[in-house]
């Protein structure tokens, strides 16, 4: 459980973190925009991770919770990709 909620506190710190913006990206609005998404993303899963050891049974709580993770995580890496291409 404590791992899920770490992973939900340092994702939604890194949205609040002011970072230069890169200037060869596709601007200053959608980069901003990209990294929200990814910050939401992954506090989501971690949430999800953390709900997932305390609501279901012990022998299926890891699958679950690394599921729920996994899924979170290949949005992020799905949504940089997209950005990436269509620049």
Not at 35 to 50: E, P
Not at 55 to 67: E, G, K, Q, W, Y
Request: charge should be positive.
């Amino acid at each position: 459980v404590s791992t899920g909620l770490l992973v939900a506190w340092v994702a939604n710190l890194s949205s609040k973190r002011l970072k230069p913006i890169d200037a060869a990206s596709c601007g200053p609005e959608g980069e901003q925009n990209t990294r929200r998404f990814s910050a939401i993303t992954i506090t989501i899963g971690g949430l999800l991770y953390a709900i997932a050891w305390i609501a279901s049974p012990l022998d299926h709580a890891l699958t679950i919770s690394m599921v729920a993770l996994g899924c979170t995580v290949a949005l992020v890496l799905a949504r940089c990709l997209a950005v990436r291409v269509s620049r």
